[in-house]
């Protein structure tokens, strides 16, 4: 929930005192919430700060000697330049300071995770900055010549006078890929500030520019390394990384499952005792391995259950005004966690896509890594998005019967050639590289990051996979090192050894690439499948999944569903043909296929978005 918002309106037309404090209102959603927020008496701008009291707890805005620039901001700063910054320093003086030398160009002389406004009351100017990989998202409109901010739409689009119109391309990206991709929201005139962007806007002109200062095509080239060299500098920077963020000032913890991410951070962490936590139903994979993984590196664990699917109802609202429909419901199991997490933790030191930086299995498909031109690659890169890369959904018969006529004339088509137009940002890129680059972009920075904001609600939370270091040798080393999860594999037997004995995913073999210990383990492993099969009982029941969404859909979420896809008020609103909503439910409960649910809770998702945000918007 960490964030920053306010407003730049030349044209006088917003109250300012006034929508300063409905902004804060909006973005406050739990008791502990603290909100400051500045309104200029003199001219027509205002900047706020949201947090939770454990990053950024002094007041803001902070103000510079000469009282001529103050700053909002949210998060830390990690160093200056090549300088280690001070864990126990106030990081805003320090923004101030590094935008009186450099100006726009401040952001690029700092690692960290943040995003900020500064106000400069002398040049007249409002700066939104982030950091490279957007950790904290920022949206913005500059419709009509002003700029509103916030870091959730909803403090946006309730500015006065604002125009709420349905971005339908967005509509059909969500409804493909069950995510947005590059900069869309829901709504046209609303952006996301792009990772590594400063914003600038004149108060005098209206003008306002935005521009990047680091792209992933700055990544470095070290081709010629050695895979043994490779190995001791992801593990000593890894280590490093974890180590600045997991410091005794706050107490830390971490979210474990039956991967590989977070377990080796927890197995990287210099200070013990820690806490890790666990959710999912009971005896599955996940709950199973992380209990080993929890028991063998000395953490206090703490598991959740997730017996049925009563929980999504419990927790479904909070999900949506958090992530505001970026995030499908059925992508919500952490929040069941969170007010368990405050008791014990402060900070949650994050595995959060770990094997996007280190190399995962998808590195073995040449098709996105050594395509045979950029249209064989926008084939191939639409097919994983829209059936591998989360549940399976829609396909092109499916689309075409989703919407009414009169809106399919508009959509069709668009989600293919909106992500044709977004990989093409990346085509002048390391060519091995390119998917992975669209993919840390698209998939992690628009899909599974929104697990974070409602970890933030109760907890700070820290990345150290996207530390800048970290990222930028991993992934700057030849593409064959973490192809087959080889370098992510030696890193964790030379790091955490202890914990490489320990199986992890669905199939539970262990993450080495030593053939004589992976391959007997493997036959053992598929032995004890195979006999489970035939003599019922004589293994423990594995569940793969930690939330069974597809019966929990099936049985106690069906009137939830139905009441959502089949009511009046969806059918009033032009978008979807009831026919085939109702079919699709039908397909879906016969449990005659599996993966329904991928194209089902999209749909259901972006109705109780449109409920709660835009009832009144134009199609």
Known sequence: MGGVFGFADPGLRIDRPKFAATQATLLSHVPWAQTDWYADPVHPIAIGHIGIGIFNPGPQPVWDAEHRRAVVMAGEIYAIGERAFEANRSPEPALLALYGQYGDHFAAQINGAFICAIWDSQAQRLVLANDRFGL????????????????????????????????????????????????????????????ATVLSFDLATGDSRAARYWTFADVPDRSKIGFAEAVEESGRLLRLATTRRSDRTYATGVYLSGGLDSRTLLGLMPTRPVHSFTYGIRNCRDVMLAKRIAQAAGSQHHWCDLPDGRWVLEHVDRHLELTEGFHSWIHSHGISTVDQAREHIQV??????????????????????????????????????????????LTEAEEALLYRPAIWRRVRGLAFDSMREELGRFE??????????????????????????????????????????????????????????????????????????????????????????????????????????????????????YADYENYLRHELREWAEGILFSPRTAERGLFDPAFLRSLMARHVSGRELWTIGKIAPLMTYEMMLRRLADDVKI
Request: glycine share 6%.
């Open 136 to 195: 904290y998202p920022l949206y913005y409109t500059l419709q009509d010549r002003r700029l509103v901010f916030a870091s959730e739409v909803k403090a946006i689009i309730a500015a006065p006078g604002f125009r709420r119109e349905l971005d339908l391309v967005a509509l059909a990206q969500y409804g493909r890929f069950q995510h947005l991709l590059g900069d869309r929201t829901f709504f046209e005139d609303v952006s996301q500030l792009a990772p």
């Open 348 to 393: 949650n030191l994050s595995g959060w896509d770990g094997g996007q930086v280190m190399g995962h299995p998808e590195l073995e498909n040449r098709r996105l890594s050594h395509p045979v031109d950029v249209r064989a690659l926008a084939t191939h890169v639409f097919e994983r998005m829209n059936q591998n890369w989360t549940w399976p959904g």
């Open 428 to 545: 002048h890129m390391r060519p091995d590289m390119r998917t992975e680059y669209f993919a840390a972009r698209n998939h992690c920075g628009r899909l599974t990051q929104n697990m974070l904001a409602f970890y933030r609600t109760h907890v700070e939370v820290r990345t150290p996979y996207f530390d800048y270091a970290v990222f930028d040798f991993v992934s700057s080393l030849p593409f064959e090192y973490r192809a087959r999860r080889r370098l992510y594999y030696a890193v964790i037997a030379r790091e955490t050894p202890g914990l490489a004995t320990i199986p992890f995913d669905k199939e539970e073999y262990l993450p080495t690439d030593r053939a004589w210990l992976r391959e007997p383990h493997k036959l053992g492993v598929k032995l004890r499948n195979r006999l489970g099969r035939y003599v019922p009982g004589l293994f423990p029941e594995r569940p793969n999944l």
